[in-house]
């Protein structure tokens, strides 16, 4: 498979996915899916500064995305794709022809309305409905910061009396 990881981090190209990830899945393009960063050329430029040397970044829409998956999926290129956010995810990956495809949630950090399910990731009810979607559409879905970490299902995450932690 060469979409290696689908990965949503609010902080999208930062060391924990180019040194962390990036050195364990060694991807020659990473793409940003990302409705307003795809229109921002001076925000993409800046973002794409984190990328290591010899990679390539691009910043498409949810929509461009899913017109791409196919691609990117049967390239011979290996491809991180990032969303900072779950909504886009569910966007990029509604009705995909692709199987298989896995999503990693990365940091998604404390605010106002959202509550922690592990150190890494604070979720709020419409964050856990896009989980939802995820896992109904046969999508996986699980936490884990570094390749190396403990991952969890983040199907747990969804019973009330789950206790994240445990």
């Known amino acids: 498979m060469t979409i290696a990881l689908l990965r949503v981090d609010e902080r999208l190209i930062h060391g924990q996915v180019t040194v962390g990830w990036g050195t364990r899945l060694n991807p020659s ?62 966007r990029l990956l509604e009705a995909t022809p692709v199987a298989d495809l896995r999503v990693n949630l990365g940091g998604m950090h404390h605010r106002p309305g959202r509550r922690e399910f592990l150190p890494y990731i604070y979720l709020d009810e419409e964050d856990l409905r896009h989980i939802q979607d995820l896992l109904l559409s046969g999508i996986e879905v699980s936490a884990r910061d570094l390749p190396g970490s403990h991952g969890r299902d983040a199907s747990g995450f969804l019973t009330l009396d789950h206790d994240p932690r445990a």
């Open 29 to 90: 393009h990473y793409v940003v899916v990302d409705e307003e960063l795809a229109h921002s050329d001076w925000e993409a430029e800046i973002l794409a500064l984190g990328a290591p040397p010899g990679t390539s970044v691009s910043f498409v829409t949810p929509n461009e995305g899913r017109q791409l998956l196919e691609v990117w999926h049967a390239s011979p290129e290996v491809f991180v794709v990032l969303t900072r956010d779950l909504g886009q995810m569910v």
